[in-house]
Structures are given as C-alpha cells and as structure tokens.
C-alpha cells in the first residue's frame, strides 16, 4: 500500500510555544489530507481537511487559529500547534487517499505523533 | 465528530477462538471501512465493504453490512495473540469524495 510518513513521532514542548507536524505521502500525490486527533483509548476525532493550495476545513468546535494546517504540495502537509497548552496533548494522526480518489478507496495514515505540553 | 457506536468497547478471548466487533452509523454512506491501531501507532486498513455490498471476506476477516439498519460487523476467525489492537469502522459519506469519520472502537485482547 501507499505510505504516509508523519514527523515527528513524539514531541515534548514547553507550554506557550508552537509545535509543528509534518505529513508526507511518499509515493503517491494526495490532494488532500485529513487530521485527526486521538485521546488514550479513545477514537479518532477529525480535526480538518487539509487541501492543496487552499485554506484547510474545520471541522466545528476546532479553533482554526489555534492548530494552522498548510498543504503546499501534493505531497506534503503541516500541522502547526500554536500556543501550546498541556490541554493540547495528545495524539496528532495524519492520513491522506489518492488525489483522484473516488469515495471508493482506503485512507493511508501516519504514524502518529505525541504532543506532551509541559 | 463520531459516526456512530461500536460494541463492545472492549473485548477478551483466547487464541484460537472467533471475534466479533459491530460498528453502527447515522447517515448514508457511500461505504465502510474497518481499520486496526496497534496501541500508540498509526491505523492500518483492513477492508473495504461498499454500500451496495452486503459481505466480503479477506483472509480471516468477514464484514457484513446492514445499510437497513446501519450496521455493519467484523469477524475475526481463528483469532491470535497478535489480533491484539483496537479496531475501528470508519464511514465515507454518500455523495462523492468525504472525509472518513470513525466509530468509538473496540480494544480486542488476544490471550495465549
């Protein structure tokens, strides 16, 4: 299957800075990417819809200048935490399908990363 | 936001027995996928079941799909240790390319 590559894989930042995620799709070009946020033992909840070369979508209740999200390639999308606070921690999953994907195709995720607010 | 519910919430066998896992859902669906997470790692998928399908096996695996009632069921056969993960369904929404939105989930333990 494709692969998706996330980066970093953990992080630990000091509270009040910003922390940045960056998802790839390797081997396949993704018009659009999805973010999604995990708390332990729970489910995915998803956070935007990142897409080339437009501004992300956002999902409600999601505060779209508290997490950034930039796609600037087909390839490429980032995930930026600003301001971060210990109630931000969590896990940061990316996931992105085939840019002509039709609604008929699987989702390729990364491998996560964990955010750590001290 | 969650499509649905999944039950159970969590689940314990011993190897070798059979598992299964159901995932209900609101909304139309253009189909169903069922993805597994390894604890604190990315989701790998599992099977696609789409909506004018009604069952679909891949190796062990056997899903079923309910559109009447919106539900659909994973089985797992002949189950493993390394079956241990959370499980989750996941829907693509009627009505072209969507966002896949999960259900809750179901931890499975595997036990020698």
């Known amino acids: 299957g494709a692969v998706v590559s996330q980066h970093p894989s953990w992080v630990i930042c000091k509270s009040g800075t910003s922390v940045k995620i960056e998802c790839r799709s390797l081997?396949?070009?993704?018009?659009?990417m999805f973010w999604y946020r995990q708390f332990p033992k729970q489910s995915l909840m998803l956070m935007a819809t990142s897409n080339e070369g437009s501004k992300a979508t956002y999902e409600q209740g999601v505060e779209k200048d508290k997490f950034l999200i930039n796609h600037a390639s087909l390839t490429l999308s980032t995930l930026t935490v600003t301001s971060a606070h210990p109630e931000d921690s969590s896990f940061y999953i990316c996931s992105a399908r085939f840019w002509w994907g039709t609604a008929n195709t699987e989702a390729f995720f990364g491998q996560g990363t964990r955010l750590t607010v001290v | 936001s969650q499509q649905g519910e999944e039950d159970p919430q969590a689940l314990s066998i011993q190897e070798g027995e059979n598992a299964t896992m159901n995932c209900s859902y609101k909304?139309?669906?253009?189909?169903l996928q069922w993805y597994r997470q390894n604890s604190g790692r990315g989701l790998v998928h599992l099977i696609l079941i789409r909506s004018n399908e009604r069952e679909k096996h891949s190796g062990r695996l056997r899903v079923t799909l309910d559109t009447s009632k919106k539900s659909s069921s994973l089985l797992i056969t002949a189950s493993r240790a390394a079956d241990t993960a959370s499980y989750f369904c996941?829907?693509?929404?009627?009505?072209?390319?969507?966002?896949?939105?999960f259900g809750a989930g179901t931890r499975l333990a595997v036990h020698p």
């Open positions: 996941a829907t693509d929404g009627s009505g072209g390319y969507n966002k896949l939105i």
């Open positions: 909304t139309s669906i253009n189909n």
């Open positions: 081997d396949f070009q993704a018009t659009t």
